[in-house]
Structure formats: structure tokens, C-alpha cells
């Protein structure tokens, strides 16, 4: 006869966290490092913590709603004609064309490619002499690149 073990796989108990009037419901997380959590919408959002084992608190919660982690700009394609027709409006075409020979590789890209990714080194790592050759501000940049 032998002894069968019979292993009990903790179940996770949904609960809820009460903030201001509103409650949040804890989900059972998916992964060590987040809890899943019911916004009062109904949105789920996840909520990074150190140890999904441990149970989220509400002042935790609170600070993560007060200071959500910043969502990366989605990366898009801009054509050739777009770009220059942008720096035409703003009457920077000139300028533009100035600063393709003063950023290294930037003329050669320029004429090697169709297309420009917004995240290209053109708009990242260059983003500041593309600006200061144009007299850009962040906003109009921005305007661009969204």
C-alpha cells in the first residue's frame, strides 16, 4: 500500500481595495512582479510590485494611480514628402536641408530611404541638433513625430 500525497494548490481570493469612494478589485496576478487590478470602469491595469504573493495595499495602489508609468510614444512611419512638406509650413525647409549635411549619416539616410521611423536616430539621438539647426521647439517637434 502506498501513501499518495495529495498537493492543495493555494486558490487566490479576489478582493478589493477601497479609494476615496471608489473600490479597486485585486485579480489573481499573472505574473511575479504585477498585480492585475479592476479599475471601478472596469478597465484592468497592471500594478508593478516586488512580490505578487504579497497582498497590494491600497496606499501602494494609490501611489501607482497618482504616478502611472509613463506610456511610450507609438512609433510611426513618416514618408519622405510628409517631413518636408511639415518643415515647408513652418518655413524651415531650407533650414531642414541645412541640417541634413550638419547631423552625421543624415544626408546619406535621407537619400537612402523612403520612409523615416519616428524613432529613428534623426528624432533620438540627434533630436537636440535637429531642433537647434531648425529653431524648433519641443512642441512643434512633437508635432511631427504624433
Not at 493555494?10 to 496576478?29: D, H, K, R, S
Not at 511610450?72 to 513652418?90: A, D, G, H, N, Q
Not at 537612402?112 to 536616430?121: F, I, P, Q, W
Request: with cysteine; net charge negative; proline share 7%.
Amino acid at each position: 500500500m502506498t501513501d499518495e500525497i495529495e498537493e492543495t494548490i493555494p486558490v487566490f481570493e479576489p478582493y478589493g481595495l477601497e479609494i476615496g469612494a471608489a473600490t479597486y478589485t485585486v485579480l489573481e496576478p499573472e505574473e511575479a512582479v504585477a498585480q492585475r487590478v479592476q479599475t471601478p470602469q472596469g478597465q484592468v491595469i497592471g500594478v508593478p510590485v516586488a512580490d505578487s504573493s504579497i497582498a497590494l495595499t491600497a496606499e501602494a495602489l494609490q501611489a501607482h494611480l497618482d504616478n502611472p508609468p509613463a506610456q511610450p510614444t507609438p512609433v510611426r512611419m513618416l514618408s519622405k514628402l510628409t517631413i518636408r512638406r511639415y518643415f515647408r509650413e513652418l518655413g524651415k525647409e531650407a533650414a531642414f536641408d541645412s541640417a541634413l549635411d550638419q547631423i552625421p549619416n543624415a544626408r546619406a539616410d535621407w537619400t537612402d530611404c523612403n520612409e523615416v521611423r519616428t524613432d529613428d536616430a534623426m528624432f533620438t539621438t540627434h533630436r537636440a541638433a535637429l531642433q537647434a539647426a531648425l529653431s524648433l521647439t519641443d512642441a512643434q517637434l512633437q508635432t511631427l513625430l504624433i
